[in-house]
């Protein structure tokens, strides 16, 4: 490759990868140090700073009339901030809203966007001007309280950081992702933050007294968000936060509950997360409602007008408001995460994440530098103010011999300054006095004058040389702040409250679902049903041909259902999973994953802190936990093992104190419940002793009340024996045979 001659003296070898990484290196810091993280001085990042400053110079003071936006976009990117006019425009726009900002820098008059994510209108038809807290901010740039450097032209002078007391960085917080790091900083109160930087004044007062940031927590318990919301983080939690600089804080939004007539109630949402588009939020939440993942739920209107008003609907007057709002903060953007992440330009000039200590200190630091500065101009100002004035009464003490220099002297000025020992500035002033100014009046001003200057000079050069001095300046400062923006002004009240921690419990299914009454029915060859309603036993009801009745129970759909099979595996149903009763349902094994060779044993409704008994058919058994028994998927829960040759044959909740069970060989057996073990699994122990037969039933029963079996044929009568001695024994004994007209097919039922 050839190169021109004009260029080849200009052209430096180096390795690619090495120039790559040196301009790259230049790219992140000027991300860094020009773009994304703001100044812990004032809390702003150049654009937002050069916005402001050329606001102030367009004289758009909180008092005075509105300028078009599309004037001082104009002006900011002509002078200080060559970028794209939309993105100054954007940043604009974000220090007026008031959703987005604690304590908004611009007042803006238009449309501005809202709090549904609704963009501003265009920067023509906007106005803006400064606000009370912006001009704070920047009290003192005409009194050299900070350095300034020329624009990106060199035309101009722009402000490296503002001077103002007013604690921005905390107050209003930042965000921003510059090159390889990230800044995430909440907004505050403004009242508390005084008082953490009185107690922190108190401290540098007082060499003895130390000010943690558990100290500091105690005037600054957490952020205050635009939106308000509900802080819902323990201090221990906020606390690590704080020190380390880093952390996660939970937001929540505001509810209240409005009782309605009939007993009926809907909930009021008045205040949401901070940074949530309310429109979105709406819209996630009739998603769930019409996804039917929130059944209690049934629906959700906009009532907002200036104030934020969502209203919410539950199912039925029986929904637990507070059961229903914690499945919102977890399905919705009700309860967010605050990234907190305190990266900023330390004074220092380098980017580092700092705890709130750390931060409040450097702005006390910034702030006394800033006193000493604006204290040597007004100093310089006072001292060129005496000179003069010393010269004025010099020229009133020689008023005459002044008019006649002034009058016959060729070189007035040089005469007047050899004559009465006065400086160049103090004869030119002479010179320059007005007739007026004469008269014995306008002396004794200027003795006065004079008296007064003199006095503040005196204080001013106390103050310079008394660190005591210059931290109750600061601090009666900061106080002027608080008594503009406090807790006691509507634009400083605590917009967010802080709430207990929630605990980590999970919502139960049953809670989500509308508890309704339903009829459980199971044919034999297992198509299974839930009938609205809990209809009555004599109902007759339709099966497929061929197919006959089994299981029939009542139950409700916030129920769940044990299924008891063949291979000793409890699987579990909701009750609101079951198929409608218009049809004939559906088969059972396309709920759960059983064989086709397993069979069920029993259905029925899970009962809380309930015991099953669960046997086999070679007679072994054991009581079981009904709450140990829950299946969490279809694949069921291995209850009972199942040996060779044998099936599991019952399971039946436990009501009763005794046992009565009979094997195929008709030998009879009762015995006390309690000599039954409680197991998590396995075989069991014996309950019959058979020689080589098998357990035909077994049963559950009040000892009190005897034992029941119906009579034969079709006489519908049943028969009680309470007189059961000769069949009592202990368990695992061989039993007896059972009394005259016990049931042929040995079942108890």
Not at 635 to 648: M, R
Request: glycine share 8%; net charge negative.
């Amino acid at each position: 490759m050839t190169t021109h001659p004009e260029f080849s003296e200009n052209i430096i070898e180096a390795p690619f990868s090495n120039a790559l990484s040196e301009r790259y290196l230049a790219y992140a810091l000027s991300t860094i140090m020009s773009r994304s993280l703001p100044d812990v001085r004032d809390g702003l990042k150049p654009v937002h700073r050069r916005l402001l400053y050329a606001m102030r110079l367009l004289k758009l003071d909180p008092k005075t009339g509105y300028k078009k936006c599309a004037r001082v976009v104009g002006d900011v990117i002509g002078k200080y901030h060559p970028h794209g006019d939309q993105s100054v425009y954007d940043a604009m726009v974000r220090l007026a809203q008031d959703f987005s900002v604690r304590f908004p820098l611009v007042d803006g008059q238009g449309n501005f966007g809202n709090i549904d994510g609704d963009n501003a209108a265009a920067m023509r038809y906007t106005e803006a001007r400064l606000t009370e807290v912006a001009a704070t901010l920047m009290e003192g740039l005409d009194e050299d309280a900070v350095d300034f450097r020329p624009t990106y032209d060199g035309e101009d002078a722009e402000p490296v950081v503002f001077p103002g007391a007013f604690p921005n960085l905390l107050a209003n917080g930042s965000s921003g992702i510059a090159v390889g790091m990230a800044t995430n900083i909440p907004p505050h109160n403004v009242g508390e933050l005084v008082d953490g930087l009185q107690l922190l004044i108190e401290a540098r007062r007082d060499p003895s007294r130390e000010v943690t940031v558990a100290d500091l927590l105690d005037r600054i318990p957490g952020p205050d968000f635009p939106t308000g919301g509900v802080l819902v983080e323990n201090r221990e939690t906020v606390l690590a936060a704080y020190e380390t600089g880093r952390g996660s804080l939970r937001v929540r939004a505001r509810w209240e509950r409005e009782d309605l007539s009939h007993g009926m109630y809907q909930i009021v949402i008045t205040e949401i997360p901070f940074q949530v588009q309310k429109s979105k939020l709406i819209e996630k939440i009739a998603e769930l409602i019409n996804d039917k993942k929130i059944p209690i739920l049934t629906d959700v209107r906009d009532e907002s007008t200036e104030d934020i008003r969502v209203v919410l609907e539950p199912k039925n007057r029986s929904v637990d408001e507070k059961v229903l709002m914690e499945s919102l903060f977890k399905l919705t953007e009700l309860e967010t995460r605050f990234s907190l992440n305190m990266n900023v330009i330390a004074l220092d000039q380098r980017p580092r994440v700092l705890s709130l200590k750390d931060m409040l200190d450097q702005f006390l630091d910034h702030q006394i530098d800033v006193l000493l500065r604006r204290s040597r101009f007004r100093l310089e100002k006072i001292e060129r103010r005496l000179e003069i004035l010393s010269g004025y009464l010099i020229a009133y003490l020689n008023l005459d011999e002044v008019i006649r220099i002034i009058r016959e002297e060729d070189d007035a000025k040089a005469s007047l300054m050899s004559t009465f020992k006065l400086t160049d500035n103090q004869a030119e002033a002479i010179l320059n006095m007005r007739l007026r100014a004469l008269r014995k009046l306008e002396e004794m001003e200027i003795r006065g004058e004079h008296a007064k200057l003199e006095a503040e000079r005196d204080d001013i050069l106390a103050l310079m040389g008394s660190e005591a001095l210059q931290w109750i300046a600061v601090g009666d400062k900061l106080s002027e702040v608080k008594a503009m923006f406090g807790q006691e002004t509507e634009l400083g009240k605590r917009r967010t409250r802080f709430g207990e921690a929630p605990t980590a419990e999970i919502v139960p299914l049953e809670a989500m679902i509308e508890k309704e009454p339903i009829t459980v029915v199971c044919s034999k060859r297992g198509w299974v049903r839930a009938m609205k309603g809990h209809v009555k036993p004599e109902e007759e009801l339709k099966y497929k041909e061929g197919d006959e009745a089994r299981f029939r129970f009542h139950a409700y759909t916030t129920d769940k259902i044990f299924l008891f099979a063949t291979n000793g595996k409890v699987y579990t149903i909701g009750g609101d999973k079951l198929p409608g009763g218009r049809g004939m349902g559906e088969p059972v094994r396309l709920m759960v994953d059983m064989d086709a060779n397993d069979e069920i044993v029993s259905l029925m409704p899970y009962i809380p802190g309930s015991k099953l008994f669960v046997a086999s058919s070679i007679g072994k058994g054991f009581l079981a936990e009904a709450d140990n028994a829950v299946a969490m998927t279809k694949a069921g829960k291995q209850l009972l093992n199942v040996p060779d040759g044998g099936v599991a044959s019952h399971c039946f909740a436990v009501d009763g104190d005794s046992v009565a069970v009979i094997g195929d060989n008709r030998k009879l057996l009762v015995f006390e419940l309690e000599e039954m073990p409680t197991m998590a699994r396995g075989q069991g122990v014996t309950l019959q002793r058979y020689k080589g037969g098998s357990m035909s039933d077994v049963l559950v029963f009040h000892k009190a009340d005897g034992l029941t079996w119906p009579m034969g044929g079709n006489s519908d009568r049943w028969r009680t024996e309470t007189d059961l001695a000769v069949w009592t024994g202990k368990r695992g004994n061989a039993g007896r045979l059972p009394p005259i007209g016990f049931p042929r097919n040995n079942k108890f039922r």
